[in-house]
């Protein structure tokens, strides 16, 4: 970094130059700091404008200016680090508030580790750290996950005598926690006498990290003092340990709310598949008359992705529009989400262009996106588009890459993108990753190479691997590998349900039907509950409505069947025949018709066509996969309806259009 030498030594004992600066020591500089300050928080344009002004009157011999400085082009909105600490290499003699800015700015740009070589830096030069150095550097190594550091940190804060410090003591008190080191920051809180709320909710979110959620209630109801952020922590560590109906108790109890608490309550709702709760929360939220603003609106948008309500979603981007509000990372973001899953992937397309400063998340969620619409060469595009502009990938953005090719049987493709990963963009590959690959391999007929591949790993390869494996086995009807893979399947994960319907349907197809009697004996056995189908449609109303087999909670079911019947009738004068090797049991083939009529996707698409306009769109979003029947049955409904029908269910997408599918019947 920059012309000055780093030396790992720790810091010298003696020998601070007291560098205590001198505001204003220029006229000019007020009005300065002002420009700064005012006009350059958003405007990289500006901000070169001020800086060429700060250069021609001198000022910059300024520390507070040229601190200043460093901290406008650290904005990570610009996406300059490297300027603001080119910058930073032309100050002479920086003072503490000048390295102060630098190492926030390297924070805020995601580069804690460039943080902690500027500290180095720092005391070695002889200036010395202040109070707001240290919540700086404590956050760092949180974000790097070192511990050695955090330690070592600790020290010099002593040494520093800064280790009566509130703010210091609680960045402490968080590094620890959220490292696990849980005892260190009971300690810390406990040895503090002047412990305040700041330092209380940092143990109780440490807490609450590590699952002593006893531990966090029992603090938080001895503190004397809470403000709306102990409320909030308490919200979401209630989430985060899937004690949903917790957290919406304390949700109802808090005196105070923000936009924390708000996005809070539906983000565990999301968390915890209740969708349903979540747009609740959301309507609660506009009746109380809360300001929408971009700090909320992802969570709410994430709800409407998850239950396809397209419409509310829409509504949502207009009010955005309307109001001018920021389209910033993770609003855009979860834009382009609500589009992709609510199946218009176009749309999410326009946002993406829209969107004026784009790190790693808005590409992701677009190259994701394209990949579960089946649209993988413009996935791969959108890529390569990616590393020209030097854009980081990450560890989600090879994830959708690679579900890209697998999506659409680009095995060398995907195998390229694998080996590369590490090598060229130093991703290090995770177990998603490897499940990826044997999908690819699996999915293209390759199941002895993803046999093989899987026997490779550095890592023991999870349940979600085998799973990919099994899947592929189910496809290719490979019932001796599907066999054998099941085996390890059923080993590894005795609870999973999904599991032994999988292996269950291998042996239906094959015939063998006293394999998947044993197996029905062997769930009873384990006590095994089959997750039932379900699947969900939202109305032109935005009301959600949910289907699954058997229940009849739906008031007009029986209009609902009548319709489906008839469906059902009018598409096999098309040519449509029941796959009866979807169906588990080994029953007559007229009952096994009738159980496949009624799967939940059916009903759905049966209620959707009787609740939607002449033409328009269905949109069904399943639990589990379609199976081979529903999507057989759905092409021709598309055709003979001539409606778009769009289903996401737990791997992808299908658009149904006139007799054909997006998938190509490859899925
Ligand atoms: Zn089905
Ligand atoms: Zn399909």
Redesign the pocket.
Known sequence: MGTRTLVHNPPPEVNFKENFSTPNLLHQSPSILNLLNSKCTDSLQNLRQVHAVILKTASFRDHYVAGSLVKCYANPQFRSLTSSLQVFQQVSAPNVFVFNCAIKGCLDNEEPANAILLYLEMVNSGSRPNKFTYPLLLKACTMVKCIAEGLQLHCHVVKFGLNGDKHVISAAIQMYASLGHIEEARNMYHSNEDSDVVCCNALINGYMKVGKVEAARDLFDKMLEKNVGSWNIMVSGFAKNDMIDEAKKYFDEMPVRDDISWSGMIDGFNKGDRFREAMEVFTQMQEAGVELNRFVLPSVLASCANVCALDQGKWIHAYVRSNNILLDEALGTSLIDMYSKGGCIDLAWDVFEKMEWKEVFPWNAMIGGLAMHGRSQEAIELFSEMTKRDIKANEVTFVALLNACANSGLVDEGLNYFKTMKQIYHVEPMMEHYGCVVNILGKAGFLVEAEDFIKTMPMKANGAVWGALLGACKVHGNVELGESVGEILLELEPESSGRYTLLSNIYAKAGKWDKVERLRGLMKERGVRTVPGMSMITDIKGDVHMFKVGDYSNLRMKDINLMLDKIIQRIKLHGYVPHTSEVLLDISEEEKETSLVYHSEKIAVAFGIMNTKLGSTVRILKNLR?CEDC?SAFKIISLIYEREIIVRDRARY?H?VGGQ???R?F?
């Open positions: 379609i999507h299908h149904f599918c997006s998938c019947d899925w």
